[in-house]
């Protein structure tokens, strides 16, 4: 069983930064690949990116350049690092511990509870 606890949003202007961070508890953090996903209100949730246990990545093409997602094995930690934001980033972020490399949510094990990150314009 792997818990996972987001934390790092709130507002921000445009043009600004936020670094999320998810905590995973429980000792199997290094069986999976760890990964961001997104929902605005009325929008499907969205891929963002992962990250493997070596700390190879992977990004939405559209997200790439702006979105850094790095992780601390050590501390059972993943960060989503957040640059030049624009109000369309605006959404509920989650944090997912995910079986294989890629950006389906079909094989998502383990959610967080997801927390809101607020882009002002």
């Known amino acids: 069983q792997v818990q996972l606890v987001e934390s790092g949003g709130g507002l921000v202007q445009a043009g600004g930064s936020l670094r999320l961070s998810c905590v995973a508890s429980?000792?199997?953090?290094?069986?999976?690949?760890m990964g961001w996903f997104r929902q605005a209100p009325g929008k499907e949730r969205e891929f963002v990116g992962v990250?493997?246990?070596?700390?190879?990545?992977y990004y939405a093409d559209s997200l790439k350049g702006r979105f850094t997602i790095s992780r601390d094995n050590a501390k059972n930690t993943v960060y989503l690092q957040m640059n030049s934001l624009k109000a369309e980033d605006t959404a509920v972020y989650y944090c997912?511990?995910?079986?294989?490399?890629?950006?389906?949510?079909?094989?998502?094990?383990?959610w967080g509870q997801g927390t809101q990150v607020t882009v002002s314009s």
């Open positions: 997912a511990a995910k079986r294989t490399f890629g950006g389906t949510t079909n094989d998502v094990a383990y």
């Open positions: 990250i493997s246990w070596r700390g190879a990545t």
């Open positions: 429980g000792r199997t953090f290094g069986n999976y690949v």
